[in-house]
């Protein structure tokens, strides 16, 4: 990491896009093939709007905006985080998009606790998001 976190600090508002091909690729990554992810039919039978990005896509995705703001995957001692509300993707060229922004909340010796906000559409998608990274004391 170039620089030294500070309490207060702030990351983004950055947008990640999702569209129904990122649900493909990453169902073949994760091995997660649910039908919720790929078929409208399939995902009003489970009850939903239409379909939705995987939960830990989504988690992936806010915690992949992190991890460059931080500088690298080393940096990340652990992180969590709840799931709120689904992120519907429409079967359209743009699909939909995440917003990922996050503040230091604390730092304390070598580590800095950082809360991050993922949202879409403006409504939390994912709750109580916590990342504890480590950094060289100054």
Request: aromatic residues 4%.
């Amino acid at each position: 990491m170039s620089a030294q976190l500070t309490e207060g600090q702030t990351f983004g508002p950055r947008a990640i896009g999702v569209t129904r091909t990122t649900l493909v690729r990453y169902a073949g990554a994760s091995g997660d093939f649910n039908p919720i992810h790929h078929s409208d039919r399939a995902a009003r039978e489970a009850g939903m709007d239409g379909v939705i990005a995987h939960g830990m896509w989504t988690m992936g995705a806010a915690l992949g905006a992190v991890i460059e703001w931080v500088g690298g995957p080393e940096q990340v001692l652990s992180q969590r985080a709840r799931f709120t509300r689904p992120v519907l993707v429409p079967d359209t060229k743009e699909g939909a998009s995440i917003e990922v922004a996050a503040t230091v909340r604390r730092v304390v010796d070598d580590t800095a606790t950082l809360g991050v906000d993922v949202k879409c559409g403006g409504q939390s998608v994912l709750g109580r998001v916590e990342v504890v990274v480590k950094q060289e004391e100054q």
